[in-house]
């Protein structure tokens, strides 16, 4: 239950939007409250266990059934890089905003020259270590030939590509599988590595335009969220998660609370679609329309 007044929600640019999230300090004290004790079939287990599955299910809610997606824009460098955000899981869309236009221009991912790593070596070839005995990483050959390479061509914005994605609420589906070669995509490309996102060389000064998804656990627990309408569904993960490695519990009870939290969260999945009849016939629509 809030405990906010509307002086606090409206006079609070903070509070505003929070009411539709339950925080994790708020689902553990309720999660202790009533699901352990001695007449409960988990009985009495440590706050900090449940803290644990607590942080699990909501990286599990988010990316399996939430698809939690987060929209940030970086302007990129002369390196062509970008660092992954500290809760990125993968990519829905990376585009870059036409500051003329407005206009959002997607891009497509570069599978023809994967992102390596490069040992440096010297002149026998032989690999070389800094003072702690790690070994060099320079620029890979991929990169420096990707980099000065030049894609005169028109650009492209979301009105005139394929649309890979069909937005429903806060949820992305995939509406067609299109062959994105990098040699007719006209935006630009990129690659992904382990720790950043690498652009061709026409993307260089751009603003970048990433929409990923998120596994969200934020960087401080007490901004760990998640939307009330999955309440249900993450205390039914902290139960089943909880009683699968006890010895006491029987097989037929774990079956249940197994088969109750399946069930929960294929109501959150439904719950969350955010699908309105108006805009699924406007999407409808467009799918029939032919891109010349």
């Known amino acids: 239950m809030s405990t906010l007044t509307p002086i606090d929600y ?7 939007g929070s009411y539709q999230f339950i925080g994790i300090e708020e689902i553990v004290n309720n999660f202790t409250q009533n699901y352990l004790g001695d007449d409960t ?14 942080k699990q299910g909501i990286r599990e809610l988010t990316y399996g059934a939430l ?6 824009e970086l302007e990129l460098g002369d390196n062509l890089d970008i660092i992954k955000p500290f809760d990125y899981v993968d990519y829905v869309r990376i585009s870059w905003v036409n500051k003329t236009t407005g206009k959002i221009m997607p891009m497509a991912v570069n599978r023809h020259t994967p992102l390596g790593i490069a040992h ?6 032989e690999i070389l270590f800094d003072n702690n005995g790690d070994i060099l990483i320079g620029t890979t050959a991929i990169e420096q030939i990707n980099d000065t ?6 650009e492209l914005d979301s009105t005139s590509v394929p649309p890979q994605f069909l937005n429903y609420g806060n949820r992305y589906y995939i509406d067609t599988i299109w062959d994105l070669d990098t040699s007719v995509n ?10 950043r996102i690498h652009f061709s060389s026409d993307c260089a000064e751009r603003i970048i335009l990433l929409e990923y998804i998120s596994d969200g656990l934020e960087m401080l627990e007490k901004d760990m969220k998640i939307p009330k309408f999955a309440e249900d569904c993450l205390y039914a993960y902290i139960h089943y998660r909880l009683c699968m490695p006890s010895i006491r519990i029987p097989d037929y009870e774990k079956r249940n609370v197994k088969k109750m939290y399946d069930t929960l969260v294929r109501n959150a999945k439904v719950r969350m ?12 629509k467009q799918r029939n329309t032919w891109i010349r």
């Open 120 to 125: 440096l070596q010297d002149h026998n070839a």
């Open 186 to 195: 006209a935006n630009g490309t990129f690659n992904v590595a382990e720790k």
């Open 67 to 72: 698809r939690q997606v987060k929209v940030v």
């Open 273 to 284: 679609l955010g699908i309105k009849g108006n805009e699924f016939i406007q999407q409808w």
């Open 41 to 54: 079939l988990l009985g009495t287990i440590e706050r900090s266990k449940v803290v644990y599955q607590a």
């Open 10 to 16: 409206y006079g609070n640019e903070d509070n505003q």
């Open 149 to 154: 390479l030049v894609h005169p061509a028109p």
